[in-house]
């Protein structure tokens, strides 16, 4: 174990009691949030990207050694073990030198060279490899036995070939060398299926494309393996032949004789036949495992910022699912989100029934005084739109809101155990009204997968991809906190040292016996025991609780602490978290201990100045350009408002209001060079677009941002605070943000010390 603290402090550049301690707290079912927010002493202050990594790098550096011991003992059982290859195989830091290591010994099916050995020809083969000068002719005869098969000296030497072909092709150094050939000099090479031409025109740019290995981005990786996939591409991976020759010859001709001669056609069958395959193997593996770890990175990127996408608030809200000839959907809730009444109506199916859908919604607009209303932006959004503004309701703020999931959280068993008798169209227009209340408490409620900002999300590895949106989520959750009377289980899950049981358990307590009055009381819940209570307390937050430290991120294991300061200062905790002079008098160095630091005290002293604050940016209404609702209604040279829907390697996608999302290149998004959009913008924000170019056939729309930057970074915005929304005017838009610094790019940074 303090080997695994010394070299993941390397790795990583922290200190390694940091390591020591973080592990050891893994283990014992500690938290990544936990950890990050309430155990600074221990760790020296290490945030959540950091704690993630030693958990990950931990967990690969303990299956590195099972494998090892698992060789160690196959080759034990073999016989084969020596001294040296013990020390070779624990040395090896990673699972491809301990494999490239263990090749040659491993047990496999019989091949060429396997029925050669067993003809008697091994001594053949080691005579060709010394490279002497010999006979080989005369060498070979002496092999010629019909009863094992060797009929002539040609089969001889054929057999001999084949066991110095294979003998190259698992040597450990020589397939570290051809890794590294593939990986520096490989190519992508990429044609189109003979007659596959129509069907596959979306691959149509890959129908003859080269592009080398190193440099090659992984949208473009993964596009052609689902082009190879579907069976409308052809796709290699190699180097130029002559170069992996040159390499291998390099390496095992010692001489220029007959010999020699032999090995030269042996590293030839032996590269085409056998090493060319593998190597061509790993490396797509190696590129697709590079590509799933970016697309998941953009993926759980995109997916933190929509999660953390500003909320409304709790407001009484009309939401509208909008549809053309099977109406729309309208559904009115309360403060807390909870149905209050829903219906049809059909303002797009004729003059009649558009002035029933009028006096439809003023009257629900009236009898429920709702504040805002929310238009799902799928089909006849805008239309909808449109119908609801010209309606002049008074104070209405009126939101269009994504409907990226709706449909998947309709039909899920979550929306059929909240409204058994409601049909999936009603759900889902209380899915979009509840986004525009906290995109967060219902987006939990959806597979992350399916909350449209992926990016060939659907082709990576699964679990993995699954991981790190579980660490997004769950880090959004608990970086927000949850209100623990009001809380939906599905939010409570994610909270930390909680999980669906728990959170399950939490909700029945809430059912049976009112609402929680004190944090403590969770100890009175079913199965929630001591080290869960540790674990989740300080995430979770009672609004107008008994104890006012119970509705802040205060840990109760420090309201002692806190009550102390209270009393120090001759006043009461209510009176320090209401005066920022009292707090400022406070001198924290005094209530340093052995457990507690400055670091612990300076965010009591933060969180008692903003108690429960919620981290997440103000609100701010949006509207689109009027009369532009359909990709025919756009002309080049247009300016329009936007909002940004996802973003890739390649540029940043944004709702323009047409139904079709256009496209800004990563070229065009800034006056300057930038590497990644996120650089200069993240989900959900508003920007303004030019219009470069539409393709209303293929449904393309270009966009730029190079003429449009006008907007003052995000880091010189201001946070929400105390919770309330601020309404701003439509036409404003929101200031460029800077996004903060990223849980999945800065891991992805720290994996690639390490990978």
Same mark, same amino acid.
């Given at each position: 174990?303090?080997?695994?603290?010394?070299?993941?402090?390397?790795?990583?550049?922290?200190?390694?009691?940091?390591?020591?301690?973080?592990?050891?707290?893994?283990?014992?079912?500690?938290?990544?949030?936990?950890?990050?927010?309430?155990?600074?002493?221990?760790?020296?202050?290490?945030?959540?990207?950091?704690?993630?990594?030693?958990? =990950?790098?931990? +967990?690969?550096?303990?299956? /590195? $050694?099972?494998?090892? &011991? #698992?060789?160690?003992?196959?080759? *034990?059982?073999? !016989?084969?073990?020596?001294?040296?290859?013990?020390?070779?195989?624990?040395?090896?830091?990673?699972?491809?030198?301990?494999?490239?290591?263990?090749?040659?010994?491993?047990?496999?099916?019989?091949?060429?060279?396997?029925?050669?050995?067993?003809?008697?020809?091994?001594?053949?083969? =080691?005579?060709? +490899?010394?490279?002497?000068? /010999? $006979?080989?002719?005369? &060498? #070979?005869?002496?092999?010629?036995? *019909?009863?094992? !098969?060797?009929?002539?000296?040609?089969?001889?030497?054929?057999?001999?070939?084949?066991?110095?072909?294979?003998?190259?092709?698992?040597?450990?150094?020589?397939?570290?060398?051809?890794?590294?050939?593939?990986?520096?000099?490989?190519?992508?090479?990429?044609?189109?299926?003979?007659?596959?031409?129509?069907?596959?025109?979306?691959?149509? $740019?890959?129908?003859?494309?080269?592009?080398?290995?190193?440099? *090659?981005?992984?949208?473009?990786?993964?596009?052609?393996?689902?082009?190879?996939?579907?069976?409308?591409?052809?796709?290699?991976?190699?180097?130029?032949?002559?170069?992996?020759?040159?390499?291998?010859?390099?390496?095992?001709?010692?001489?220029?004789?007959?010999?020699?001669?032999?090995?030269?056609?042996?590293?030839?069958?032996?590269?085409?036949?056998?090493?060319?395959?593998?190597?061509?193997?790993?490396?797509?593996?190696?590129?697709?495992?590079?590509?799933?770890?970016?697309?998941?990175?953009?993926?759980?990127?995109?997916?933190?910022?929509?999660?953390?996408?500003?909320?409304?608030?709790?407001?009484?809200?009309?939401?509208?699912?909008?549809?053309?000839?099977?109406?729309?959907?309208?559904?009115?809730?309360?403060?807390?989100?909870?149905?209050?009444?829903?219906?049809?109506?059909?303002?797009?199916?004729?003059?009649?029934?558009?002035?029933?859908?009028?006096?439809?919604?003023?009257?629900?607009?009236?009898?429920?005084?709702?504040?805002?209303?929310?238009?799902?932006?799928?089909?006849?959004?805008?239309?909808?739109?449109?119908?609801?503004?010209?309606?002049?309701?008074?104070?209405?703020?009126?939101?269009?809101?994504?409907?990226?999931?709706?449909?998947?959280?309709?039909?899920?068993?979550?929306?059929?155990?909240?409204?058994?008798?409601?049909?999936?169209?009603?759900?889902?227009?209380?899915?979009?009204?509840?986004?525009?209340?906290?995109?967060?408490?219902?987006?939990?409620?959806?597979?992350?997968?399916?909350?449209?900002?992926?990016?060939?999300?659907?082709?990576?590895?699964?679990?993995?991809?699954?991981?790190?949106?579980?660490?997004?989520?769950?880090?959004?959750?608990?970086?927000?906190?949850?209100?623990?009377?009001?809380?939906?289980?599905?939010?409570?899950?994610?909270?930390?040292?909680?999980?669906?049981?728990?959170?399950?358990?939490?909700?029945?307590?809430?059912?049976?016996?009112?609402?929680?009055?004190?944090?403590?009381?969770?100890?009175?819940?079913?199965?929630?025991?001591?080290?869960?209570?540790?674990?989740?307390?300080?995430?979770?937050?009672?609004?107008?609780?008994?104890?006012?430290?119970?509705?802040?991120?205060?840990?109760?294991?420090?309201?002692?602490?806190?009550?102390?300061?209270?009393?120090?200062?001759?006043?009461?905790?209510?009176?320090?978290?209401?005066?920022?002079?009292?707090?400022?008098?406070?001198?924290?160095?005094?209530?340093?201990?052995?457990?507690?630091?400055?670091?612990?005290?300076?965010?009591?002293?933060?969180?008692?100045?903003?108690?429960?604050?919620?981290?997440?940016?103000?609100?701010?209404?949006?509207?689109?350009?009027?009369?532009?609702?359909?990709?025919?209604?756009?002309?080049?040279?247009?300016?329009?408002?936007?909002?940004?829907?996802?973003?890739?390697?390649?540029?940043?996608?944004?709702?323009?209001?047409?139904?079709?999302?256009?496209?800004?290149?990563?070229?065009?998004?800034?006056?300057?060079?930038?590497?990644?959009?996120?650089?200069?913008?993240?989900?959900?924000?508003?920007?303004?677009?030019?219009?470069?170019?539409?393709?209303?056939?293929?449904?393309?729309?270009?966009?730029?941002?190079?003429?449009?930057?006008?907007?003052?970074?995000?880091?010189?915005?201001?946070?929400?605070?105390?919770?309330?929304?601020?309404?701003?005017?439509?036409?404003?838009?929101?200031?460029?943000?800077?996004?903060?610094?990223?849980?999945?790019?800065?891991?992805?940074?720290?994996?690639?010390?390490?990978?």
């Amino acid at each position: 174990m303090e080997l695994y603290n010394i070299k993941i402090a390397q790795e990583l550049g922290v200190g390694c009691k940091q390591v020591a301690a973080t592990i050891a707290m893994l283990d014992e079912g500690a938290t990544v949030p936990f950890i990050s927010r309430y155990r600074k002493e221990l760790t020296g202050s290490l945030d959540e990207v950091q704690v993630a990594a030693i958990r =990950d790098r931990v +967990l690969q550096l303990r299956e /590195l $050694d099972k494998r090892r &011991e #698992a060789i160690l003992k196959s080759l *034990a059982d073999m !016989g084969k073990l020596s001294a040296e290859l013990e020390k070779q195989v624990k040395d090896a830091e990673t699972m491809v030198q301990l494999e490239d290591i263990y090749l040659p010994y491993r047990p496999k099916r019989k091949t060429r060279a396997t029925a050669a050995r067993e003809k008697g020809l091994q001594p053949l083969a =080691d005579a060709l +490899l010394a490279q002497n000068k /010999l $006979d080989v002719g005369l &060498e #070979a005869e002496k092999y010629i036995n *019909a009863e094992k !098969g060797v009929n002539t000296a040609d089969e001889a030497l054929a057999g001999a070939r084949d066991i110095i072909a294979e003998h190259i092709s698992e040597h450990a150094e020589t397939r570290a060398r051809m890794r590294q050939l593939f990986t520096e000099k490989g190519l992508f090479e990429s044609k189109v299926v003979p007659g596959k031409e129509e069907a596959g025109i979306k691959y149509k $740019d890959y129908f003859d494309w080269t592009e080398p290995v190193k440099t *090659a981005p992984s949208h473009r990786v993964l596009a052609m393996r689902r082009g190879e996939k579907e069976e409308i591409l052809w796709l290699d991976i190699k180097p130029a032949d002559e170069d992996a020759i040159a390499l291998l010859e390099s390496e095992f001709i010692t001489a220029n004789n007959a010999a020699s001669a032999q090995i030269k056609q042996a590293i030839t069958d032996g590269y085409k036949r056998l090493l060319k395959p593998s190597m061509e193997t790993e490396i797509r593996l190696f590129t697709k495992k590079q590509a799933d770890e970016e697309a998941i990175r953009v993926f759980a990127e995109n997916a933190r910022q929509l999660l953390l996408g500003a909320p409304l608030g709790q407001k009484r809200i009309m939401a509208i699912d909008p549809g053309f000839r099977t109406g729309c959907k309208v559904v009115c809730l309360d403060e807390q989100g909870q149905l209050l009444e829903y219906t049809a109506i059909f303002p797009h199916t004729g003059a009649g029934q558009a002035r029933e859908a009028e006096k439809t919604v003023n009257y629900l607009f009236e009898h429920y005084n709702i504040e805002a209303i929310a238009i799902g932006n799928g089909t006849a959004g805008r239309e909808t739109e449109v119908f609801v503004r010209n309606l002049n309701l008074p104070n209405a703020v009126i939101v269009m809101v994504s409907e990226s999931g709706a449909s998947i959280y309709s039909a899920s068993e979550v929306a059929r155990e909240e409204f058994p008798d409601k049909d999936v169209t009603v759900r889902g227009a209380v899915s979009i009204g509840r986004r525009l209340m906290d995109p967060l408490a219902e987006l939990v409620k959806i597979d992350p997968k399916s909350i449209g900002v992926g990016q060939y999300q659907h082709d990576v590895d699964q679990n993995k991809l699954q991981t790190s949106l579980d660490d997004t989520v769950i880090s959004c959750v608990n970086a927000v906190g949850v209100e623990l009377n009001t809380a939906s289980k599905q939010i409570l899950a994610y909270v930390s040292g909680l999980g669906p049981q728990l959170a399950q358990n939490i909700v029945d307590y809430r059912n049976a016996n009112g609402a929680f009055k004190r944090r403590d009381q969770l100890k009175k819940v079913a199965r929630l025991g001591d080290k869960a209570y540790e674990q989740a307390a300080g995430f979770l937050r009672i609004q107008g609780a008994q104890n006012p430290l119970d509705s802040s991120a205060v840990h109760p294991e420090r309201y002692a602490l806190v009550e102390q300061m209270a009393k120090d200062s001759n006043c009461t905790v209510t009176d320090l978290m209401k005066d920022d002079k009292l707090r400022k008098s406070i001198p924290l160095q005094k209530y340093v201990s052995d457990t507690v630091g400055l670091p612990t005290l300076n965010d009591i002293m933060a969180e008692l100045a903003k108690p429960g604050r919620d981290p997440r940016e103000q609100f701010e209404a949006f509207s689109f350009t009027d009369g532009v609702n359909a990709i025919s209604d756009l002309k080049v040279g247009m300016k329009l408002p936007g909002i940004v829907t996802n973003i890739t390697n390649f540029g940043a996608f944004v709702d323009i209001g047409v139904h079709q999302d256009g496209l800004v290149h990563l070229s065009q998004i800034a006056n300057r060079f930038i590497k990644d959009a996120n650089e200069v913008l993240k989900v959900h924000q508003k920007v303004e677009v030019t219009v470069t170019e539409v393709d209303v056939n293929r449904k393309r729309i270009a966009l730029s941002m190079r003429d449009n930057e006008k907007l003052e970074p995000a880091a010189q915005q201001k946070p929400r605070e105390n919770n309330k929304p601020t309404f701003k005017p439509n036409n404003q838009r929101a200031a460029k943000q800077e996004p903060e610094t990223d849980m999945a790019i800065k891991l992805a940074a720290l994996k690639g010390k390490f990978n």
